[in-house]
Every structure is written in C-alpha cells, then in structure tokens.
C-alpha cells in the first residue's frame, strides 16, 4: 500500500473504531503529522485521561501507553510497536525500589513519568519534565527520593537545594552529551543559542541560554527574538521546531540524538495496530489504581 492510501484508510480506521492517535515529540515526522494531538509526556497524559475515545493509539514507549492505560482503564490502548521501550525507565525495578523504601522509609518517592507502573504504583507522586519544577515546590522541606533520571535530579537538586537522594538511572541519548559535542557546534553556529534538556548532564545544562522540558524548549523557540539555536534533545523535536517558526534556524547538538526506541514506530506499525487492534497495552488493576494515585497527584498540581 503506498503511504498516500495508508494514511487515508488510517483515517477511516479511526473514525469507524472512534480511535485517536497520540503521538510524542519523539517520533518520527510522518508520525507525528497523521496524530490527532502531537505532544510532551504530560500532555499526552492529559488527553489520555480526558479523551471520549475508545481505542487510543499511542505512538511512543511503553511506559507512555501504560501511563495512558492507568489513566483510562475503560479505553483499548495500543502500542504500534510491541517492544518499544524506555532504557531509562528500565534502570529503576519494583524490587529495588522496594529495598530501598524499607531501608529509607522517610523518603518521599517522586517518580519520573518515565517508569513502569509498577515503580510508579510505589511511589508518592509522578512528575515529568515539564512540571517537575512546579510539583516539586510542594516537597521542598521533605526528604526525597528521586527515580529514575540522575541528571534531572541533580539540576532540581541544586536549583531548589532539596534533601534529595537520586537514583543512578539516565537517558542514554541525552547523557551522552558532552561539552566537546557543545564546542564543535559553537564553532560552527557562533550566532545560534545553546537549548537543553535536563536529562543532559549538569556541566553541559550549566552552559545553556535556555534549559526546559521538550515542551519547554518548543515555547522558547516560537517565542523567542532569537532566530538560531543548537538544540539539546532528541532530535524530533526540531520538525515541530520548524513547523512552528518556519523562519528560524535548529541544529540538532549530536547526531546521536535520536532515541532508537522512538524511531521503531512507522506509518505501516500505525495502521495495523489500528486495523488489527494488535499490541493491547495492560496494567493488572491492584497495581494500576495504585500508579493512578501518583499520576492523579501530579495532574491536580500541574
Ligand atoms: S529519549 Fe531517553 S528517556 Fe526518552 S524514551 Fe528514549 S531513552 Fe527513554
């Protein structure tokens, strides 16, 4: 089938199955053009947990359309391809984080959006990127643990001066960002503005003109005087980024900023996920209702 005629019987499916495509920032172009809403993590949890539909496409991870199971238990959530996953998310088991709570029992768990349900339905609250900040003013005078991310910890840590234990988990795509990766492209784009993720490293976040959550980054560029910029984080941001301000100029920071995960979703993964309702996304409801409470604190304070 040819990707015209795909795209078309993609939106036959979807009216004839009342579906709707969620797709992340991360994913590819094609993708992200064919979503009914295109989006951050806590903004595709937002419209997971609102949305009248009855099947919802998630082209992203697995712990994206989990969260979106979580959130909307009565819904059919798919994930286009069955073994996309998040690294970063794996780095942090129930059991460890089991063991850990019995040993430090006055620590309040705060939960990357980026887990599993299981961590998340142990944990005292989920943030993501774009309300950690926010969220994490509410628990400034107690004790934290903070999982998975180190590198995103360690920039909430010294920004509000929190009690505020990290756990050793990170992305590999953003980690592995360095200042040599900062300098070659300063270099070569003297005028551009460096934009950063936190899930990059302190000593590269420390030398940012801008540091935001994907979502963040978006805003900056639309709404920014300037018309240049390195960006810091995967690399599909930069066709919305070009879609928004189809004037200005991006430059992606690494090459090897591309989540291999992400990328696994094609046009062809959507379709039959749509026509076959195949990769059905589950979360055993003991555990569920549990990662609900997490997941709820954090919509009511974003
Ligand atoms: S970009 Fe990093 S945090 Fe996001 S899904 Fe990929 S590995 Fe996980």
Not at 148 to 157: E, F, Q, S
Not at 160 to 174: A, K, N, R, S
Request: charged share 30%.
């Amino acid at each position: 089938m040819d990707k015209q005629k795909m795209i078309e019987e993609i939106n036959r499916l979807k009216k004839e199955k009342n579906a709707v495509i969620l797709a992340h920032y991360y994913q590819e172009g094609s993708i992200q053009d064919i979503a009914d809403y295109t989006g951050d993590s806590l903004y595709l949890s937002q419209i997971a947990a609102e949305t009248d539909a009855d099947i919802i496409v998630f082209a992203g991870v697995h712990f994206m359309a989990e969260t979106a199971k979580i959130l909307s238990p009565d819904k059919k959530v798919l994930l286009p391809v069955a073994e996309a996953g998040c690294p970063m998310a794996d780095m942090v088991t129930d059991i460890r984080l089991t063991n850990y709570k019995a040993k430090n029992p006055d620590r309040v768990i705060v939960a990357y959006v980026n887990t599993t349900a299981k961590v998340k339905a142990l944990s005292d609250i989920c943030v993501t990127s774009s309300n950690a900040e926010k969220i994490i003013k509410h628990y400034k005078n107690d004790k934290l643990m903070y999982v998975p991310d180190k590198n995103l910890g360690a920039y909430l840590k010294e920004k509000y001066e929190l009690d505020m234990e990290v756990w050793p988990g990170f992305c590999c795509i953003h980690n592995d960002l360095t200042l040599e990766h900062l300098a070659t492209a300063k270099a070569k784009y003297p005028n551009a503005q460096f934009i950063v993720h936190p899930e990059a490293k302190l000593d590269l976040v420390h030398k940012a003109d801008f540091i935001g959550s994907t979502k963040g980054l978006l805003n900056y560029t639309i709404e920014s005087d300037h018309d240049e910029f390195i960006v810091g984080t995967e690399d599909g941001i930069i066709h919305t980024m070009e879609v928004n301000s189809p004037n200005k100029k991006f430059h992606i920071l690494s090459d090897g900023l591309k989540c291999y995960d992400m990328k696994l979703t094609r046009l062809e993964d959507v379709y039959l996920a749509l026509r076959d309702e195949q990769f059905e996304v589950e979360v055993p409801e003991d555990i569920r209702l549990k990662a609900f409470e997490a997941l709820d604190k954090m919509l009511k304070l974003s």
